[in-house]
């Protein structure tokens, strides 16, 4: 997968016209020239924030790679910012994807608290888009809340305000 991710990015950027030198100039030196073709040869996976400066240099919507960026990401950390990334940015259908599939990894994992938190951002989404919680969402939360840990309420909270 990485490899066909990174393929993509290496035929977007020729038929741009650009070279990596020129494509990583674009991005004011944020990234080396060896750091991209990693990516381009499926080596390594870029953060959120590289794969911005990428769309942004190939002159693209910002949400061009997100669909197969991920697919090929299963870290909870980079998936929560993705997630929140895309909410700011008023994708609510990418930020319940991404959502759901930590739902899914944390269910995996039998990690509940995480669930309540994925539950409590998938609220606040639905909310901005005028839609009520669903009741098995409720029930979820109402039933399992307790198991929440310090940090995993503050994080919930601090979601709720922000």
Not at 23 to 38: E, F, H, R, S
Not at 63 to 75: A, I, N, W
Not at 130 to 137: I, K, Y
């Amino acid at each position: 997968m990485r490899k066909k991710f990174g393929r993509k990015l290496l035929l977007l950027r020729k038929a741009r016209g650009l070279s990596q030198d020129e494509l990583c100039a674009n991005v004011d030196q944020q990234l080396t020239k060896a750091a991209y073709g990693k990516i381009e040869r499926g080596i390594s996976l870029p953060k959120i924030d590289t794969l911005d400066l990428i769309t942004d240099a190939l002159s693209l919507d910002y949400s061009y790679f997100y669909e197969d960026y991920l697919k090929l990401v299963h870290d909870k950390k980079t998936l929560s910012d993705f997630a929140w990334r895309c909410a700011r940015m008023k994708n609510y259908t990418l930020a319940r994807k991404i959502t759901n599939k930590r739902i899914k990894l944390a269910k995996k994992k039998k990690e509940r608290g995480e669930v309540i938190v994925c539950l409590f951002d998938l609220i606040i989404w639905g909310k901005q888009e005028g839609r009520a919680p669903s009741s098995r969402s409720l029930e979820y939360l109402s039933s399992h809340f307790h198991l929440l840990s310090q940090e995993q309420m503050k994080e919930c909270f601090q979601n709720v305000f922000m």
